[in-house]
């Protein structure tokens, strides 16, 4: 393993409490759902001990992400199967498309407003639309960029700024965009070590490929998911998320197939070895370019 490897791991390892559970969902969102969705527990364990993760931490945040309903888990023989649940399988769906696809370029002038008067539950109500994309305005009022498809029977209102600095204004009060661009300047300090070894032509072997591509999507995931993804006119110039989005992509274009070959040749699940890609796996940071091909050792 060689030292950019091994000083991710450390960062990593400095967070505590280790939240395995945290790092198993991310493998499967990353590796496992876009080639079938099913792995084996010992695949699972090959992966984690690489993290440094023991086989009881394991199947401890197992347990528990089976027991919140994540997962699904049955057995063959002596051998252990794991796969999402329809529930988790929707909210991969919606993360992933946050993680991967481009963010919108383009705001179209006005803002959505939703008005949660006589809502039930409203700290459940706002943590969903949060992830939705609308922000707080008031106790009872949220705004979004644009309409989510599914927002619920509220009261709902388009807003027109007056100008531009009127709703940069009004989006610096619904978002703590401080907080958010902090979250991806440190992704970026923790990752741009990483882009220059590999265009240096570090001797990445496949597992480092794997171990780091897990790793890169886990921090950034941890940044973009708190991010509204708002168009570029509404946000401060220039803004960090833009930066940590090329070098996301980039590391992560780079990395792609030595990591896919080690998941090849050691991945298996309960027919077997892990099948092909989907249809949909290639459009990931799809503008992004490799940084090199890597020299594997």
């Known amino acids: 393993m060689i030292a950019v490897v091994e000083a991710l791991l450390d960062r ?19 590796a496992v759902v876009p080639r079938g969705g099913v792995l084996s527990l010992a695949s699972l364990h090959e992966i984690m001990r690489a993290f440094r993760i023991s086989d009881t931490l394991v199947r401890t945040a197992l347990s528990r992400l089976v027991s919140e309903g994540w997962f699904e888990r049955w057995k063959v023989g002596r051998n252990s199967y794991y796969r999402l649940t329809p529930q988790g399988q929707e909210a991969f769906a919606e993360a992933t498309r946050r993680i991967y696809a481009d963010p919108p370029h383009e705001w179209q ?18 943590s969903e639309l949060s992830a939705a994309g609308y922000g707080p305005l008031g106790p009872d009022l949220l705004m979004a960029a644009a309409p ?16 531009l600095p009127t709703a940069r204004r009004l989006v610096e009060k619904a978002w703590p965009l401080v907080e958010i661009e902090a979250r991806y300047r440190r992704f970026i300090d923790t990752y741009a070590g990483t882009l220059g070894a590999l265009e240096r032509g570090a001797g990445f072997t496949n597992l480092d490929a794997l171990l780091v ?15 509204p993804l708002l168009p570029s006119q509404l946000l401060p110039r220039p803004w960090a998320g833009t930066g940590a989005r090329s070098l996301c992509g980039t590391i992560y274009r780079t990395l792609l197939p030595a990591a896919e070959r080690w998941i090849d040749t050691h991945a298996q699940n309960d027919l077997g070895p892990l099948p092909a890609v989907d249809e949909t796996f290639g459009q990931r940071f799809a503008t992004a370019e490799p940084a090199a091909e890597l020299r594997i050792g």
Do not use: C, M, W
């Open 213 to 227: 591509r897990i790793l890169l999507i886990h921090d950034y995931r941890r940044a973009v998911l708190k991010d």
């Open 148 to 163: 989510a498809a599914k927002v619920g029977p509220f009261l709902r209102l388009a807003a027109t700024p007056a100008d």
């Open 109 to 126: 002038g006005s803002f959505d407003l939703l008005l949660l008067e006589n809502a039930q539950d409203r700290n459940a109500l706002r």
């Open 12 to 30: 990593f390892h400095e967070r505590t409490p280790i939240r395995a559970g945290s790092l198993i969902v991310t493998v499967f969102g990353d």
